[in-house]
């Protein structure tokens, strides 16, 4: 079992920076990916990037392409999500993930095994 606990949401203005983290209690294997989503009132959760647990490997969404960076510290069991530029729409619940499946995907919410309960982030303009 892994649990997650994500931490560093807040409010904020537009155009500041903000970084997420993301903690696991159990252990993360070189296989795993660790990805962020994010799901605002009303809408779907969508996915905003992910990153390999070894390797070099990322991913990320066309809305947040540029602005936000993802990283790890695989010593720690965590992963971080450095959010620049923030805009009013970036408003949302941010969730960390674990999938433990390999090959070809990690973009949708379900292909992902083990979640945290999220950290709100609110950006006003």
């Known amino acids: 079992q892994v649990q997650l606990v994500e931490s560093g949401g807040g409010s904020v203005q537009a155009g500041v920076s903000l970084r997420l983290s993301c903690t696991a209690s159990?252990?993360?294997?070189?296989?795993?990916?660790m990805g962020w989503f994010r799901q605002a009132p009303g809408k779907e959760r969508e996915f905003v990037s992910k990153i390999s647990w070894s390797g070099s490997s990322t991913d990320y969404a066309d809305s947040v392409k540029g602005r936000f960076t993802i990283s790890r510290d695989n010593a720690k069991n965590t992963v971080y999500l450095q959010m620049m530029i923030l805009k009013p729409e970036d408003t949302a619940v941010y969730y960390c993930?674990?999938?433990?499946?390999?090959?070809?995907?990690?973009?949708?919410?379900?292909?992902?095994?083990?979640w945290g309960q999220g950290t709100q982030v609110t950006v006003s303009s």
């Open positions: 159990g252990r993360i294997r070189s296989t795993d990916t």
């Open positions: 993930a674990v999938r433990t499946a390999i090959g070809l995907g990690g973009v949708t919410a379900a292909e992902y095994r083990y």
